[in-house]
């Protein structure tokens, strides 16, 4: 059974930092992609970035390019998302995701979802 458990979210100025945690049980989390999407109030989900199995290689979303980094640590079964330089855009549900194929920005490609992580900035 797929388990993902965020952790990391709270309130944050704009300009300033978070990290996101998640932690994966049930499945053998170094042979799977992982990514992070988000839903803002009133939005449809979006993707934010995904890593490869190795961690060798990651996407971005356009909006976050630069500003955030995917990683992960296989002998955790952990991901992160590091968030520097925070919008108030950026306010979000942030959550954790198993790819059932590669690191795509598609969310019909996930195939287990965490419950969440809100992340919230302040102007």
């Known amino acids: 059974q797929v388990q993902l458990v965020e952790s990391g979210g709270g309130l944050v100025q704009a300009g300033g930092s978070l990290r996101l945690s998640c932690a994966a049980s049930?499945?053998?989390?170094?042979?799977?992609?992982m990514g992070w999407f988000r839903q803002a109030p009133g939005k449809e989900r979006e993707f934010v970035a995904a890593?490869?199995?190795?961690?060798?290689?990651?996407v971005y979303a356009d909006s976050v390019k630069g500003r955030f980094t995917i990683s992960r640590v296989n002998a955790e079964n952990m991901v992160y998302l590091q968030m520097n330089s925070l919008k108030p855009e950026d306010t979000a549900v942030y959550y954790c995701?198993?790819?059932?194929?590669?690191?795509?920005?598609?969310?019909?490609?996930?195939?287990?979802w965490g419950q969440g992580t809100q992340a919230t900035v302040s102007s």
């Open positions: 049930g499945f053998r989390f170094s042979a799977y992609c």
């Open positions: 890593i490869t199995w190795s961690g060798g290689n990651t």
């Open positions: 995701a198993r790819s059932r194929s590669a690191a795509t920005m598609r969310a019909d490609e996930y195939d287990g």
